[in-house]
């Protein structure tokens, strides 16, 4: 009797034995599954932070490739002539270049050949000052190194200029400008004479005319001569308004039949350029001549 009590509890315990160990082996396969699913989760996480990386690294690529096609477009149309969408007008915009309705942008044979333009010596003037209206022009940045006109004074208007300015000689280069030769320059510019601009409300160049012989007389020891760049333009549709960014200046320009006149200039920077501004900077020096 007790032999059998005695199997029958070792039969009991080795039961419970075996359904704890499958019960410890349930727990360590949860366990173990729980393990792998945070791990592919983890893997998951890390795949998706990889391919946000790559994406926002690809980005500036596929904006400069953007860009660069945009460019290819702009290019494209240089050649063919074609006109400017609004993005790509809106991008001119921001360069202050005023856009003509269906204009289109310079190519860069255009740019090249007022350039050339810009450059000569009865142009270049009318870019040194910032002026909207003919009136504000600077007509002695304009007329400085003569704008084309300029011939070597006579013994008279020498002597006249030393007499206006107290002084007993001419000191450095001298030069004269027939009053006549100043109303055709200005003519063909911008389309008004001297004494209609000087009507208008112009500063002139009074302190420098001579009436005795109706010329304008000028004593420079240097030059104000800028070698401007075209570095960008537009033309409207017919060809008729052109407005150039040349590096600072933005001149705006009539074509008629091939001539050109100034319309106005826009400077950004370089107070010097800019009369007022001039002679804000001055005030305080004795440099105007006597009346």
């Known amino acids: 009797m007790r032999l ?4 029958f509890a070792g039969i009991l315990i080795l039961s419970l034995c075996a359904g704890c160990g499958q019960e410890t082996d349930a727990v360590l396969v949860q366990e173990e599954s729980a393990a792998q699913s945070q791990e592919a989760d983890a893997v998951q996480s890390q795949e ?3 391919a946000q990386e790559k994406e926002e690294n690809a980005a500036p690529d596929q904006e400069e490739n953007l860009t660069s096609e945009q460019e ?8 063919s002539g074609g006109s ?9 915009k921001e360069k202050k270049l005023e856009i003509p309705e269906n204009g289109r942008r310079l190519t860069e044979e255009e740019l090249a050949e007022y350039t050339e333009w810009i450059q000569d010596i009865s142009n270049y003037g009318f870019l040194l000052s910032d002026w909207a209206d003919p009136a504000q022009i600077e007509l002695y940045q304009v007329f400085y190194n003569g704008a084309g006109v300029a011939r070597e004074g006579t013994d008279g208007e020498k002597q006249a ?5 107290h002084q007993p000689e001419i000191y450095t280069d001298f030069l004269s400008m027939d009053k006549a030769d100043v109303d055709a ?11 209609e601009l ?12 001579f009436a005795e012989t109706n010329s304008f007389c000028l004593e420079r020891g240097d030059t104000n001569y800028v070698q401007y760049e075209c570095k960008d333009g537009v033309v409207n549709e017919d060809g008729t308004l052109v407005t150039l960014d040349c590096g600072g200046s ?16 826009h400077i950004t920077d370089d107070w010097y350029r800019n009369w007022e501004g001039f002679v804000e900077h001055h005030e305080e020096e004795d440099w105007m001549p006597d009346d």
């Open 250 to 265: 933005y001149a705006k320009l009539s074509v008629t039949e091939g001539h050109r006149r100034f319309l106005s200039n």
């Open 161 to 165: 200029y030393c007499d206006r300015y």
């Open 48 to 50: 998706v932070v990889e």
């Open 72 to 79: 290819a477009d702009v290019e494209q149309e240089q050649t």
């Open 84 to 92: 400017l969408d609004e993005e790509k007008k809106e991008q001119l």
């Open 185 to 195: 320059v200005l003519l063909e510019k911008v389309g008004l004479t001297y004494d």
């Open 198 to 209: 000087m009507a208008q409300g112009s500063r002139g160049m009074e302190e420098d005319y």
């Open 4 to 7: 059998r009590a005695a199997v």
